[in-house]
């Protein structure tokens, strides 16, 4: 498995960057503009990696240490892309008594990644869950809106060779 985390190299454009900068410059001496400013930046690049946090950083003399903090604190941010293709695999109770774990474990070893990354030809992102509703088909894993319950380990190849 990588090490790295970040798989995928950044690949910001100058035009992501201007709008980026235009929103911090409104924002921020705003009363609490880190959020909406982190959000924004997160619409614009689809993730925050080191990188737009620098620019941040820079525009609005907060130090990286905190951003960094907000970053990783909240669930609604992330620090790697998201692929082509996210893969949920659900870990309650329900779907992990049944062999999600194992589920989890074929998909970390057969791209490659490990939970909350993407592969690097950023085609698949794994991430894990804790319970999508879907108990009575446990265990369920989910391939962006695509639903699928009832699983083996042996049913994952089948799953990622529909989307490779």
């Known amino acids: 498995m990588n090490s790295s985390k970040s798989t995928v190299p950044f690949k910001g454009t100058p035009e992501q960057e201007a709008q980026l900068v ?13 959020m909406p400013i982190l959000q924004k930046a997160q619409e614009i690049y ?4 080191i990188e737009v946090q620098k620019i941040i950083s820079d525009r609005t003399g907060i130090s990286l240490e905190k951003i960094y903090g907000v970053v990783t604190f909240y669930a609604q941010f992330s620090l790697y892309p998201k692929g082509e293709y996210t893969i949920s ?12 774990g194992d589920i ?3 998909l ?6 490990a939970g909350g990354e993407c592969t690097a030809d950023g085609k698949f992102s794994l991430e894990a869950c804790r319970c999508i509703g879907a108990c ?5 894993l989910t ?3 695509d ?4 699983l083996t380990v042996d049913d994952v190849d089948k799953i990622i060779a529909k989307y490779a």
């Open 22 to 34: 235009a929103f911090v410059e409104e924002k921020k001496d705003s009363q609490g503009a880190l």
């Open 46 to 49: 689809g993730y925050l990696p």
């Open 89 to 100: 695999v659900c870990l309650g109770t329900a779907c992990y008594v049944k062999g999600s």
């Open 104 to 106: 989890y474990d074929k």
């Open 108 to 113: 970390q070893e057969m791209l490659g990644i």
């Open 136 to 140: 009575g088909l446990a265990p369920v």
């Open 143 to 145: 391939v962006n809106e």
């Open 147 to 150: 639903v699928y319950g009832r």
